[in-house]
């Protein structure tokens, strides 16, 4: 599954981004059972989960995003959205959008976001 990432930018802490995922050559028989999931990775750092939403819709956050960030998906569109709010400049990464089913998985080619303070 091909996918591509955007919606990243320079914002102030406290604004909001909303970042969008798209498997835009994926039919709707491919992409609905995937699990889908947003993914960070600062400088210097490891790629971390930040939120995933699974092929039933269970949704699963990581501490540090919890309350601020809210992942949604819409099947007949193949995306994935991942809504940020209260932004803070430790959220400053390149956001990564991922796709598993069993044992594949896709990556997005990442999208930058940077919190100036």
């Known amino acids: 599954v091909q996918l591509q990432a955007s919606g990243g930018g320079l914002v102030q802490a406290g604004g909001s981004l909303r970042l969008r995922c798209a498997a835009s050559r994926a039919i709707l028989s491919v992409f609905s059972p995937l699990d889908m999931g947003w993914y960070r990775q600062a400088p210097g750092k490891q790629r971390e989960l930040d939120a995933l939403?699974?092929?039933?819709?269970?949704?699963n956050y990581a501490d540090s995003v919890k309350g601020r960030f809210t992942i949604s998906r819409d099947n007949s569109r193949k995306t994935v959205t991942l809504q940020m709010n209260n932004l803070k400049p430790d959220d400053t990464a390149t956001y990564y959008c991922?796709?598993?089913?069993?044992?594949?998985?896709?990556w997005g080619q990442g999208t930058l976001v940077t919190v100036s303070s």
């Open positions: 991922n796709s598993k089913r069993g044992l594949t998985e896709s």
């Open positions: 939403i699974t092929a039933s819709g269970v949704i």
